[in-house]
């Protein structure tokens, strides 16, 4: 068993054996006599959610053998990235930022990505209290990427930076620091 790829916010897990002259049976999140499925070596079963565990078993027609199984993880983090309207501002200027966030395996977790807009050009980490910026709409259709438009307005002078938290939903987080900034 193993998970070939994702799609769509769903996991797609591969099943083969190497084995002859048996039948090969799966189950989803469970383990009971009369819930198998049979399927050929090499075929994929999809539309898995993120947690859900897959059993596979060689099957001779009277018992199965022990089980072999799989849980579907996610354990890659999303991404996100950033354009700017403007980076050499004058203080009291509105700068549009278009932020996109993707993750395509388990999806965004939208609710939980936040921003802050500070002076370090270095990472700041990934503990949510961090991002006191704001949050993003949670009013997305679309799980896999999200795209948002931020207006930050450059009420001093200095050099910025926008840190993106992106956060998916098995728990992966990533930061994400923009190019600078300059207020003059």
């Not at 996991?11 to 189950?27: D, K, N, P, R």
């Not at 199984?69 to 501002?89: G, H, K, Q, Y």
Request: proline share 1%; net charge negative.
């Amino acid at each position: 068993l193993s998970i070939q790829k994702w799609e769509s916010g769903t996991a797609i897990v591969v099943i083969t054996t190497s084995e002859t002259g048996f039948t090969l049976q799966y189950q989803i999140d469970a383990v009971e006599d009369d819930g198998w499925t049979d399927i050929t070596s090499g075929n994929t079963v999809s539309g898995l959610r993120l947690g859900q565990t897959i059993y596979a078993r060689l099957f001779n027609g009277t018992e199965g053998s022990k089980t072999a199984d799989i849980t579907v993880e996610d354990l890659d983090a999303p991404s996100a990235s950033w354009l700017f309207t403007d980076t050499n501002v004058t203080t009291g200027a509105r700068v549009a930022a278009t932020i996109v966030q993707t993750d395509a395996e388990s999806g965004l977790n939208i609710t939980e990505c936040r921003y802050v807009l500070n002076t370090i050009s270095d990472e700041i980490g990934t503990d949510a209290s961090l991002y006191t910026g704001g949050a993003f709409n949670d009013n997305i259709e679309d799980v896999i990427m999200n795209t948002q438009e931020l207006h930050l307005t450059m009420e001093t002078a200095g050099t910025f930076y926008l840190h993106i938290l992106t956060v998916d939903n098995a728990g992966n987080k990533k930061e994400t620091i923009s190019g600078a900034i300059t207020v003059k």
